[in-house]
């Protein structure tokens, strides 16, 4: 299977024009995820990239200021979006019953998906299994109801090693990867599983060569050129 490399630039814009003359190989699929109003600067200046969105609302239109429906997006030439990212879980309390308002919608629109879970630190603490049985949880929530899973990508993001530049140890990362893919072994559709928290150019590898994990979600270390041009090369051999 292909790698998937997803650049999150969250409520940053990195330079663009380091870009130029980058091209992407076709053994892996990049991602990038700029804040809203910069769609089109990444359009511009990196071809053979992917647009993604940080979020999306569950509406198709109306009194929702401040929103983006499923359709504009993908008007807009974006094909994946990140729902239920720690971040927003935290800082606009998103609930899991939000999250899975906005997965359907997303998928009812026919983008695919880039689903955020991972366990606290205060959970992590009382060992994997505790952190396993989180994750299987919120899943469970996120895709209540959820009856067509192809397309669906799931971002396993610890949430103590989000830019705290302490990656999860890439063997644990794995075995939550197997983990969170025997879930969906019923499944008809294969998931695509990312491991995401302070992934950067160093420790890229490692985790991408593990066969479980199909690729990463990349937060500070995808807005410095430099680091996420080296990540990319990773990804093509591994
Ligand atoms: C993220 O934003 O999803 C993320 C993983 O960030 P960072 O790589 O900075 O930990």
Redesign the pocket.
């Known amino acids: 299977m292909k790698k998937l490399i997803?650049a999150?630039w969250?409520m940053n814009l990195p330079a663009l024009k380091p870009w130029k003359g980058f091209r992407v190989q076709k053994k892996t699929e990049i991602v990038i995820c700029p804040p809203f109003p910069y769609f089109q600067n990444v359009k511009g200046n990196l071809p053979g990239f992917k647009l993604g969105a940080q979020d999306v609302f569950w509406e198709k239109s109306g009194a929702y200021t401040g929103e983006v429906s499923p359709a504009m997006l993908k008007s807009f030439g974006v094909g994946y979006v990140?729902i239920g990212?720690?971040?927003r879980r935290e800082w606009l309390n998103e609930t899991d019953e939000m999250i899975n308002k906005k997965v359907k919608a997303a998928l009812g629109a026919g983008l695919k998906i880039i689903l955020?879970v991972g366990e606290s630190w205060v959970v992590r603490k009382r060992g994997v299994s505790a952190a396993k049985n989180f994750v299987k949880n919120q899943l469970a929530r996120d895709l209540h109801d959820v009856k067509n899973k192809s397309g669906i990508i799931v971002?396993y993001?610890p949430v103590w090693?989000?830019?705290?530049?302490h990656?999860d140890k890439p063997s644990d990362a794995a075995e939550m990867a197997r983990f969170i893919k025997s879930l969906f072994a019923s499944s008809k559709s294969k998931i695509r599983l990312l491991y995401?928290?302070?992934?950067?150019d160093k420790d890229a590898a490692s985790f991408l060569h593990y066969k479980e994990i199909d690729g990463?979600?990349?937060?500070?270390?995808?807005l410095k050129v430099r680091e996420l041009k080296k990540i990319i090369t990773q990804s093509y051999h591994n």
Request: net charge negative.
């Open positions: 997803v999150n969250k990140i990212h720690s971040e955020c971002a993001e090693a989000i830019g705290s530049g990656s995401g928290g302070s992934v950067n990463a979600l990349v937060g500070g270390a995808s």
